[in-house]
């Protein structure tokens, strides 16, 4: 399929304006783009760091500002540029790109880049509730969190874990209601869900689990007009001065519905270079674009399933594909890299430089915790430990390395392995297992973050001695082969 060049292309429409779309308007002035280039925004704000919103929310009063943490102004890059006008709706022929916005305003352009980021989800019926995913909420949030307030969290996952100790430090009154068997259940398994479990207690946090939520009604027991109730699966009724819902995210997409195919949660299916791949299913009226359409729309970010080289489709959601992923779609969109969806070993053949490969990242402060995620666990790996989670009882301080050994006391890690079936299962000369790593979590190890990245980064499965993977004295890159 022909690619256009820098030349070819006029105009460009980047949607949305998080980290993913202000990284992509900064590869294409980068690579060369002189075109006109349109961004629309939705909150209107500058682009801004989400993590901190949770992470850090007593202690910054004001957003993480891109153009003050990576250097990234929009007012500078982009021709057009509009922080509050949305898109709306999105046509997409073998001549151009069309976006009309929520001003009533049509953008036409050459091609289009998605980086419309996700929304929170809200259960319907949930009105009392409040979530957590822009600048605004962390506003409110920040201001209702005062000592003695009783919060009630629904969800045990990555935002309801780092609100629930914030909160807790504060002083409020924390209840975290999660419909799993365990914390993070869905993110990281059961197995290492119930290892974070004794954290909540640790916290000050009450922590229920395997009970769904519902109903979230206005008003409490003892104040009517005032707070919100919870109503349990199994009948009981929990009174809170605030209720956040932190039940997850879904691509900000539904602008999209019957115009391009969109996967059940939202996303859009594009290759390796983030160009869409136009799959529908049979009763899919959305996405019979020609080939000459399909080039003109992209999409990074949140809103991208895209192929990876080690982990297949990955969903977006990841912070480092944010990050990223703009710079090679860039690139293959300018038709600088024309082959850049192609795997290694056809760029290789062709003699092109690799594409570089990032693993999906998730980086997680949470409970007095710092968690690091790299990869994609699935439900059917091995889960096997490398160390030991250390006694109930809060977090363990860190100590000077000794005997050059990599882990901080108190640090542990999971390791996620392909369970693959497997005839003839590789050994290593001293007759030690070797096993795929899918996926590694490290809970308090801030020092093996930069090897494992490191390890995870490079394009090809993570094979391991898995008898010296698991001891902790032994660096991990040490025990690869």
């Given at each position: 399929m022909p690619t256009p060049s820098?030349?070819?292309?006029?105009?460009?429409?980047?949607?949305?304006?998080?980290?993913a779309g202000a990284q992509t308007a900064a590869?294409?002035?980068?690579?060369?783009?002189?075109?006109?280039?349109?961004?629309?925004?939705?909150?209107?704000l500058p682009p801004y760091d989400r993590p901190p919103l949770s992470k850090e929310l007593l202690k910054r009063t004001e957003p993480v500002w891109l153009a003050d943490d990576l250097g990234v102004d929009l007012t500078a890059l982009a021709d057009d540029l509009r922080l509050a006008d949305?898109?709306?709706?999105?046509?997409?022929?073998?001549?151009?790109?069309?976006?009309?916005?929520?001003?009533?305003?049509?953008?036409?352009?050459?091609?289009v880049v998605l980086a419309c980021g996700s929304a929170a989800v809200r259960p319907a019926g949930w009105d009392a509730a409040i979530t957590l995913h822009t600048a605004a909420d962390a506003e409110r949030l920040r201001a209702a969190l005062v000592p003695g307030m009783r919060l009630v969290v629904v969800g045990a996952g990555w935002i309801g874990a780092e609100v629930a100790g914030v909160a807790a430090g504060a002083g409020a009154r924390v209840t975290v209601v999660e419909a799993g068997p365990a914390p993070l259940e869905r993110q990281l398994g059961r197995k290492v869900g119930g290892l974070l479990a004794p954290w909540y207690e640790d916290a000050?946090?009450?922590?229920?689990?395997?009970?769904?939520?519902?109903?979230?009604?206005?008003?409490?027991?003892?104040?009517?007009?005032?707070?919100?109730?919870?109503?349990?699966?199994?009948?009981?009724?929990?009174?809170?001065?605030?209720?956040?819902?932190?039940v997850g995210a879904r691509p900000a997409s539904g602008w999209l519905s019957g115009s391009l195919p969109l996967e059940s949660n939202g996303g859009l299916r594009v290759n390796r270079a983030g160009r869409l791949m136009g799959l529908h299913s049979p009763t899919d009226p959305a996405g019979r674009l020609h080939l000459d359409a399909l080039r003109r729309v992209w999409a990074v970010g949140d809103i991208a399933t895209r192929e990876?080289?080690?982990?297949?489709?990955?969903?977006?959601?990841?912070?480092?594909?944010?990050?990223?992923?703009?710079?090679?779609?860039?690139?293959?969109?300018?038709?600088?890299?024309?082959?850049?969806a192609e795997p290694e070993h056809v760029r290789a053949r062709l003699g092109l430089a690799p594409v570089p490969a990032h693993a999906p990242y998730v980086f997680s402060q949470q409970l007095g915790h710092d968690l690091a995620l790299f990869g994609v666990p699935s439900p059917f790996d091995e889960v096997v430990l490398r160390g030991a989670p250390a006694p109930s009882g809060?977090?363990?301080?860190?100590?000077?390395?000794?005997?050059?050994?990599?882990?901080a006391a108190g640090g542990?890690?999971?390791?996620y392995l392909e369970n693959?079936?497997?005839r003839h299962p590789r050994r290593t000369p001293d007759g030690h297992r070797v096993a795929t790593v899918r996926a590694v979590l490290l809970v308090d190890s801030p020092r093996e973050v930069g090897q494992v990245r490191k390890l995870m980064n490079r394009g090809m499965p993570l094979e391991v001695d898995l008898t010296r993977a698991l001891d902790p004295t032994i660096k991990l890159k040490d025990a690869t082969v």
């Open positions: 820098a030349s070819d292309l006029s105009s460009i429409v980047i949607v949305g304006a998080g980290l590869a294409l002035r980068k690579h060369g783009f002189e075109g006109r280039l349109t961004v629309l925004g939705a909150e209107g949305p898109a709306v709706r999105l046509e997409v022929d073998r001549e151009r790109a069309l976006v009309r916005t929520s001003s009533g305003d049509d953008v036409a352009a050459d091609a000050g946090v009450t922590l229920v689990t395997d009970v769904a939520v519902d109903q979230v009604l206005p008003g409490t027991r003892e104040n009517p007009e005032d707070g919100a109730r919870v109503t349990l699966a199994d009948g009981r009724v929990l009174d809170a001065d605030l209720v956040l819902a932190a990876h080289p080690v982990f297949g489709p990955v969903p977006g959601g990841h912070w480092s594909a944010a990050l990223h992923d703009p710079d090679a779609t860039v690139r293959a969109l300018l038709g600088l890299d024309e082959r850049a809060g977090p363990v301080a860190s100590e000077p390395l000794a005997a050059g050994r990599p882990v542990w890690a999971a390791l693959a079936l497997d």
